[in-house]
């Protein structure tokens, strides 16, 4: 069949998004596969299929380079919500979309008719050890010691729908993050892998951050892992509550606000190409 898609990305954490209002996807694991691979295929980070839903504006899921299907992805669904107003799927400036994670609220900016970025509601984050899973006793996990192929690092673990580790260190550039992101993914301590974000604090507004992702590696900008970064900086005692935090990725930025009920992400989305493919 011909399948027709559309490239699209936040902050370089590029997606391959197919219309499923439209097609039928029965594999979507080895189409995540073959679509993302980027000699052979379209080229990106996974693929995302975005389908109706009966419980908000249209449903989102996404699959990993590996095949593997993700809960939530916080630059993939601001993309989503622009491919439904672009494409007059809707025409509300508020919608809501349906998540393995749960149904979350987005609120669009319109320049010219198009959407220029958005701002989700992400939820509560989630600190108890047994939900993200990692297996640590104690209420929340704040700058916990851990070694890992030998090393010692301080670990603070919140899940935003995936698991997350955060790592503070004062060098993000140098880090050879190929070797050290597997270790941490596969660790014994995390059940169900685990997404790591290796942070420096520049001041308490600002964070830099790369990101290693449970089935992807390193991409350009992680939505939930900027949220997990700011709820980790602010356990820490770096950021306060309640104020923007900029969090400065390879591939842009995404300002977040952890508030006492839920977190706030801001950030850009943008369409690349379209482009048909035969599978």
Known sequence: MKLTFTKMHGCGNDYVYVNCFVYQI???ESLAIRLSDRHFGVGGDGLVLICKSEAADARMRMFNLDGSEGNMCGNAIRCVAKYLYDNKMVTKDVITIETRSGVKTLRLSVENGLVASVRVDMGAPVLRPENIPVKLPGDKIVAAPVTVAGK?????????????????????????????????????????RVNTEFVKVLDKNTLEMRVWERGSGETLACGTGACATVVAATLNGFCKRGEDVRVKLIGGELVIRYTDETVFMTGPCESVFEGTITV
């Open 152 to 192: 010692d690092y301080q670990i603070t673990c919140v899940s935003m729908g995936n698991p997350h580790a955060v790592v503070f260190c004062n060098d993000v550039a140098g880090l050879n993050l190929c070797e050290i992101g597997p270790l941490f993914e596969h660790h014994k301590l995390f059940p169900e």
């Open 26 to 28: 029965d594999d979507p």
